[in-house]
């Protein structure tokens, strides 16, 4: 019996123009089928956790969106945060509720926006992690690294856990520098964190007591009226209060250090989806390479290519996309912005946010 969590907020800005803050890239179809990110996260458990179990956490502006897309959720699964204030409270306000139906439940914790190819294999390494947390271990999805990212979490493996395949966690590293990174994938013993999680919430919530003493009183207080009449008065006043962090540095950095983490190394197609590269790396291409995001390649009106090469291109206006002659290029067409730049310059487009955004 597992629990699924999933915290959907963050907008996704090395997505822009298609991610928007009022339009978070969760909510889009980016796995070549009709289903958002969401959707496919919530399918993708359906073998571990049915509708009544699964829950989601998500900011006032997207509630009415992700309750149109989750038709199959009880309206009380989706729990609505009145701001944002990172993952760690999102995560945490959810444990506390399935504490109150059952405080020894098991629940995952899956980000709502990454791409996963194998889904049997995916399930059967939760059904994995179960065991170690079970065993009151905070548990990780480790995935091999291949490149020096600097934008993950990292684990350092230990030794097997009674007879594996869970693994002791020696250390937690969220987000290190780009050096740190490089000598963590030259030493072959760390693994990225997948952003996954699997716990007792009863773990969970005593070890964000002793490291986030504050957040946890806070959500202690909401979870207290959350069945009252007042859930809403108690919830609008702490939330704010709460502190912005994300889990990684409020609770795994810390429970790594007094050996509380556990991983188990898995290869399941993952990806976190986090620029228009990765994302064309992952979804099928044609025979020159090029990849049409949400609809496909062979057979799509809206999109005529010829003689290109490695393009990702994603219509999401309406219009026409037509390319002649060019390669390795991203072409985003939105309603209000078009977006044209390298393949190898992905992760650049985040600063052009920052720029749209310091010119307000
Ligand atoms: N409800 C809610 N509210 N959800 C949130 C909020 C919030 O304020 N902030 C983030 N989330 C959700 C995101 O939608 C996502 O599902 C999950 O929490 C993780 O947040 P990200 O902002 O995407 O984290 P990240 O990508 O920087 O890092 C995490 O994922 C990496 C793998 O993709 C970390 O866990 C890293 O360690 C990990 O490597
Ligand atoms: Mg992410």
Redesign the pocket.
């Known amino acids: 019996e597992l629990y699924a969590v999933?915290?959907?907020?963050?907008s996704?800005t090395r997505l822009w123009p298609l991610s928007r803050a009022g339009h978070?890239k969760?909510l889009h179809p980016l796995t070549g089928t009709d289903a958002s990110l969401l959707q496919a996260t919530v399918e993708r458990l359906a073998p571990l956790a049915d509708p009544s179990r699964v829950l989601i956490?998500?900011?006032v502006a997207h509630a009415a969106a992700v309750a149109r897309q989750l038709t199959e959720l009880p309206a009380e699964n989706i729990l609505v945060?009145p701001?944002?204030?990172?993952?760690c409270?999102?995560?945490a306000l959810a444990a506390a509720v399935i504490a109150r139906r059952d405080p020894e439940a098991i629940m995952g914790?899956?980000?709502?926006?990454?791409l996963i190819a194998e889904n049997d294999r995916f399930i059967n390494v939760i059904r994995q992690a179960m065991t170690g947390a079970r065993q009151g271990l905070l548990m990780t999805l480790g995935i091999t690294p291949t490149r020096p990212?600097t934008?993950?979490?990292?684990v350092q493996c230990g030794g097997p856990v009674g007879d594996g395949p869970v693994l002791s966690v020696e250390e937690f590293k969220?987000?290190p520098l780009y050096d740190v990174a490089e000598s963590y994938v030259k030493s072959g013993n760390y693994l990225?964190?997948?952003?996954?999680?699997v716990w007792r919430v009863d773990v969970f919530l005593s070890e964000l007591a002793r490291q986030q003493p504050q957040l946890h009183a806070g959500i202690a207080r909401i979870a207290q009226a959350w069945d009252s009449p007042s859930r809403e008065e108690v919830l609008g006043e702490v939330w704010q209060t709460l502190p912005?962090i994300?889990?990684?540095y409020a609770v795994?950095e810390g429970a790594a250090t007094v050996g509380r983490v556990g991983t188990v190394p898995g290869d399941f197609g993952w990806n976190?989806v986090?620029d228009f590269h990765t994302l064309g790396e992952v979804l099928t291409a044609d025979s020159g390479g090029n990849v049409v995001v949400g609809s496909d390649v062979l057979n799509t009106p809206s999109v005529l290519l010829r003689e290109t090469e490695n393009l990702v291109v994603v219509p999401n206006s309406g219009r026409l996309v037509a390319a002649l002659g060019v390669r390795d290029l991203i072409i985003v067409d939105t309603p209000d912005a078009v977006l044209v730049c390298p393949r190898n310059r992905a992760q650049e487009v985040k600063s052009l946010v920052d720029e749209l955004k310091s010119k307000g």
Do not use: C, L, Q
């Not at 999933?6 to 963050?10: D, E, I, L, S």
């Not at 914790?109 to 990454?114: K, T």
């Not at 934008?151 to 990292?154: F, N, Q, T």
């Open positions: 999933v915290p959907a907020g963050g996704g978070p969760f956490v998500t900011g945060e701001s944002p204030r990172d993952s409270a999102a995560i914790s899956f980000a709502a926006d990454h990212e934008g993950y979490g990292y969220e987000k990225w964190n997948a952003g996954m999680f912005r994300s889990v990684d795994m976190d986090g």
